[in-house]
């Protein structure tokens, strides 16, 4: 596992008697230590113990100053680069990434892993350009490794490629086949300088998080489950509570589900912090779909249209079998015995053609939609359904739901 900065770079003014580009030096605080320093990106390396780093930059970005911070002391590489810069245009960039072979090797050296890299970008003026802008940046994605951190500095360069690197960043993690985390989003605030004699290093990974708070509630209302890959560190009670929700529904643990909604509906809404406060009204709408003071047979009903409705088809339809079976072991007493005798009961009470449902008839037409959504229950289960019929189950579950909640008997 490697700690990774990415930093873009911008340019800088030409000053001083040497008449040299770069940063003005500033006073940052980070955390409770004050550092003096031209590149936030240096700073960042030597508290955290970085070690790697992704410079992104234009051909006009302050490479040549870069590689003095980093000890480079060969002056005609420098003033190579500074020429390289001040010769290109948006148009055509004179600076390659050969040119920066050199600047990575002293990089190298100083935090003394191999692997930062410095990658050249255009201005993303238009779709064209950001498209190829991406693809850059997937050299990124190319060489992290599974389990590697991300810090992002989003000071220097253009605000929209800073905010590029964010929005990339984020895209990095989401990358199934690494686990790659976002640890710290880092922006040194230069334009208070003047005003607090400082500039405040800003740990802005608050906003990312709220980010993936409202992507983990999403995904529990929209699929009924969590993405495992969201990075989410929390010993809050709702959190645990809700994971105990997606458990139960992802087993259709009835005991399990009606235990977390309870629990999860006696939280207040006051009593909640950041983000939780203002994600909360979210699924509270979504627990009020699911009212466990409903007989199991209406509450399985709702469960099954909410599986239907996440795309969980499977669980949709044994849910629904089990809502009739519920219903009818109600209304004929026959709850009373151990859980395998009354489901055999109620079964062969569904296929008594001959005696009860012939003297029960108000009982036959729940008893044609058991035979039917059990029949289709079994097929998906055993996976015996042809392609084509696939499309018909799925579009018949949703009307059956509301036929069996607009029956008479139900």
Not at 189 to 211: C, H, M, Q
Not at 240 to 245: A, F, G, Q, V, Y
Not at 289 to 301: H, R, W
Not at 312 to 333: C, H, M, P, R, W
Request: glycine share 4%; with cysteine.
């Amino acid at each position: 596992m490697a700690k990774v900065l990415i930093s873009p770079l911008g340019t800088g003014p030409i000053s001083g008697k040497e008449m040299k580009r770069q940063y003005r030096k500033a006073k940052y605080k980070i955390e409770d230590e004050f550092v003096e320093e031209e590149l936030l990106a240096k700073v960042l390396i030597d508290k955290y113990s970085l070690d790697k780093v992704y410079f992104l930059g234009t051909a006009k970005s302050l490479w040549e100053q870069v590689y003095r911070k980093f000890n480079g002391n060969d002056e005609e590489y420098e003033f190579m680069l500074l020429h390289k810069a001040d010769i290109s245009t948006a148009d055509n960039s004179a600076v390659t990434e050969g040119d920066l072979k050199k600047l990575e090797t002293q990089i190298d050296g100083y935090t003394g892993i191999e692997g930062s890299k410095c990658i050249v970008l255009n201005y993303g003026r238009n779709e064209k350009e950001l498209l190829e802008n991406f693809e850059q940046f997937m050299t990124i994605a190319r060489h992290l490794r599974d389990g590697d951190e991300l810090y992002i500095d989003i000071t220097h360069s253009f605000r929209s490629l800073s905010f590029f690197s964010y929005i990339i960043s984020v895209f990095l993690e989401n990358l199934k086949s690494k686990n790659i985390r976002v640890k710290k989003i880092f922006y040194g605030n230069l334009d208070i300088l003047r005003e607090v004699g400082y500039a405040p290093v800003v740990d802005l990974s608050l906003f990312y998080t709220l980010g993936t708070w409202s992507k983990f509630i999403s995904d529990v209302l929209t699929y009924g489950k969590i993405d495992q890959n969201l990075s989410l560190e929390s010993d809050s009670a709702i959190y645990r509570e809700i994971k105990k929700l997606t458990d139960s529904l992802s087993i259709n643990n009835l005991s399990g589900i009606k235990q977390s909604i309870k629990k999860l509906k006696e939280i207040r809404q006051e009593q909640l912090e950041i983000p939780f406060k203002y994600l909360y009204p979210e699924l509270m709408h979504f627990l009020k779909k699911l009212n466990t003071s409903d007989p199991n047979s209406i509450f399985f009903l709702n469960l099954s249209k909410y599986y239907a409705d996440t795309g969980n088809f499977s669980l949709a339809y044994i849910t629904l079998t089990e809502a009739i079976l519920y219903f009818v072991g109600d209304k004929l007493n026959l709850r009373q015995a151990e859980e395998r005798d009354w489901h055999d009961a109620v079964k062969n009470k569904l296929h008594d053609y001959k005696t009860f449902l012939k003297h029960n008839p108000e009982f036959r037409r729940l008893s044609d939609q058991y035979k039917k959504i059990n029949g289709i229950r079994k097929n998906i289960a055993h996976t015996l359904e042809k392609q084509r019929e696939v499309a018909m189950i799925l579009r018949n579950i949703l009307s059956t739901i509301e036929l069996l909640k607009s029956s008479s008997i139900f």
